[in-house]
């Protein structure tokens, strides 16, 4: 699972949008998805950010934002927590989703420099009860090429990636069996201090990669 996860933000960074087999309409989950990450990789190949080490927090700051516009981060903490959520206060849960964001920015966004020009075929996209879809991808790695399916959901006439799914292991489901290893929801006395447990990991775990980027790079490889 730590590989696949390793491979997450290296899907998020690609180009060359070969193998599309169909054309998909203009405000299709597969449009979605690509545009997003058409935006990532211009910003990646963005000739001021080559060779200048000053300019890269710029540049991790624009790959956030421009992954945010396409990533509902919302949807993503929710399905990672699962049914506790709903016992969630609505602070807590917006608290949940703001450390939960910037965990998985830190632990991805250290490693943009592993980026080597993998490519992506979009190969299909399916459209479930009408506001859920998948679109099926995979990376071109010139040695193997890795399924990588994106979950994503209608939201105000857009849609958005809420999980991503690769060899086998999705980003939510990898979280949500963390989580509910911490969680204990016997009794709301037990449910409070465990909640409390998890915040505290989440705030320490983010303020361990905020000041050791390198620790966070390493987080993701493993």
Sequence with gaps: MKRTLSIIIIALLLSSFAGTCFAAADNSPMVRLRSGIQGVIEILNDPQYKGNPEMRENQILKIRETIKDFFNFE???KRSVGRPWLQFTPEEQERFVGLFTDLLEQTYLARIEDYSGEKVAFDKETIIKGKYAQVDTR?????????VFYRMKLKDGEWDVYDVKIEGVSLVKNYRTQFSGILDT???KTFAASKKDLFD???KKCEELKF???AAAENGKK
Excluded at 139 to 147: A, C, M, N, R, Y
């Design 75 to 77: 949807e993503l903490s």
């Design 186 to 188: 016997t009794n709301d």
């Design 139 to 147: 990376l071109l790695t010139g040695k193997q090429d890795i399924p």
């Design 201 to 203: 990991r989440l705030e």
């Design 212 to 214: 050791n980027p390198k």
